[in-house]
């Protein structure tokens, strides 16, 4: 696609006429920005950043202009932004409150906003939280009124320390902050949306701020009617996994759906070959490229667009794995048979698989036979093997104890390539003998 001409205007506000900006909605966060990240501390450095006039990183918003849509969009400084506005209602959200519910990932987010100075050199790293400044906004969005909305909510917390009840109505009216605006020329939808998230993500990966799941579902933008595919929704808007999470770090996460996509993609276009998925992908700390790439080339990007291996995907095309696009036929019957089977997982009481052992034995074959090869398990989830009645769930459950007292090798190398890739295998032919 040729280069997208746009134009850039810079410029500086007031930090109060950021507030208004954010309170009156003219400027918002896209649905790919992640949730907010900072804590306490990080607004205390960023307000003394800016008492001392030190140099702060511009924020950089975008017109989308687009039919009936007309929307400025913060592609770079939501921690900053948000901050300030907290520092102005004098209000911090509970991270312990909003950390409740489902996590995309337990990979560590870093610092999306490197504009302050460290002089001792450290890396903020924390989870972000499920809470964007958007949830303080309602009809009415004075700084009165959101203070009255949310003064006796536990899930917030008042700032009190000495660096936010200094601050008057003057600094946030004489304090500047900059920014670049980008217009882009084009109208046409897909043209837009594509410089977008590249440009989003170029900002966001190559700089190293965002954590590597955010990072990804920057590209989702480029494809809405995909969007769904990529994160395990039915057309109505239900996970797939029906919540199941995994437990890592002794907590529960939400299961990335692309890892099972992109192995089965690869599985199912080299005819079940296990040996032929993930090949250069063996360290663990290298996979999310590879997820990545498989979003990348699910959307059309290309070879060109492949961080490693270009050709990994060739032969994975979407049209023939998905005929007269059903994969959401496919999610809904996935669902529908999760539901069913999935008092049998011996999930935890958070709903959760305790080991990757357990979720890939459960999920590899389910999903590879129902998503990729449009079928369904049979009724009775049992069958004749001569004399002997064999059953789903014992099967797939005896080969989870089998792994798990394999000795502590395994154990400590789960996801080690080969483990995985006969995880892969085994849970697919087990789960042949069970589907019609």
Sequence with gaps: MAALNSKVYYGEYSLKHWIDLILTR??????????????ERDIKRLIKSLKEKQFVQPVTIALYNIEEQKKNLILDGQQRLTSILLAYIGYLPDRKKFMEGDNDTNLLAEEDDSALDDTEGNTSKQHSILWKFNELLSDKNSKEDIVRRIRDDERYTQLTGHEFTDLTDEFFENTFMGFSYIIPESTIQTEVQDVFSKL??????????????ESRKSLYFQNMDLVRYFEGKTEDDNDVLCGIKIIENLQPYKIDFVRYLSILSQYWANDSDESKVLVGYSAFSSRESFYADYVSYVLGQGADEQESRPDKFANFIFGEAFHNNC???????????????????????????????DADYWLFGLIYHIVFKGKSLNETLSRKEGDTEKTLQNEISTKIEEKKNGGNNYMKNTNRLGNLRERLKESCEIYSKYVQ
């Design 327 to 357: 994969w959401p036929e496919r999610f809904n019957n996935l669902e529908q048979t999760i539901k069913r089977v999935k008092a049998s997982m011996g999930l935890n009481a958070r709903n959760s698989f305790s080991t990757w052992i």
């Design 200 to 213: 989003f993500r170029n900002i966001n990966y190559f700089g190293k701020k965002l954590n590597v799941m």
């Design 26 to 39: 003219n400027i918002e966060l896209p649905e790919y920005q992640r949730h907010f990240v900072w804590q």
